[in-house]
């Protein structure tokens, strides 16, 4: 396994996780949250994790994770733009909770939520992580691939989804191909593979089903969450 430079921007219940358990796999993880480092005490004491600010997370690493809520995107992107290194690898955790994020025009207009990003940081956006709870992302990793739960990685073609796939193998997931960015909806919340932690053969069938005159569907499903900090509440009550 090669060791990389990772910076993770977010601490919340998706980021914190990747960010840990990156770390306890050897590389080189930065954390930085929309405060200063000095918050981030419950990441104290783990080799290998250092928090910093934001716009230190970015610089010279290979690998940069972005776990915010949408809502914040815009901002984050200003910062960060103009400071990421075109050779930098970047993964988008994020999906779009209306019920959280209030109403955005360009993703309540169908473009992909990851797509969005990608044309907010101006550049290439690779889609995973988005699709499985934390505590399943904490506790279901294996080295047994035939006990796998797939994950689905959306972006271009090439040497930078390679790196992805092998991030997510690390982990102890099966990457499953889900297409150019452009498909990344499909993996979007209240899709048919939305956190259903299925094996990799039966995610890349439900993937393969889900269809655009589904898509109100989808967001139906996606809107039963009417009350999006206790549903954190209950995600975080089972971490433990």
Known sequence: MRTMKIGVIGAGLIGGTLASKLAVLGHQVKLANSKAPSTLTEFGGIDNLTTVWAADAVRDVDIVIISVPEYAIDALGAELAPILSENTIVIDTGN???VRDGR???LDGGVPDSVWVSQILGRPVFK?????AAPDLKKKGTP???N???LLVSGPDGDAKHAVFALVDQLGFEPVDGGPLEESWRQQPG???YCKDLDPDSLKASWI???LDDVDE????RDQIVDFDAAVRETARRMA
């Open 148 to 150: 796998r739960v797939g």
């Open 218 to 221: 989808y967001h139906r499903n």
């Open 209 to 211: 089903a889900t269809v």
């Open 128 to 132: 995973v992580f988005n699709n499985i």
């Open 191 to 193: 899709t048919p593979a």
């Open 104 to 106: 955005i025009p360009a």
């Open 96 to 98: 779009y909770y209306p």
């Open 144 to 146: 047994d691939r035939g």
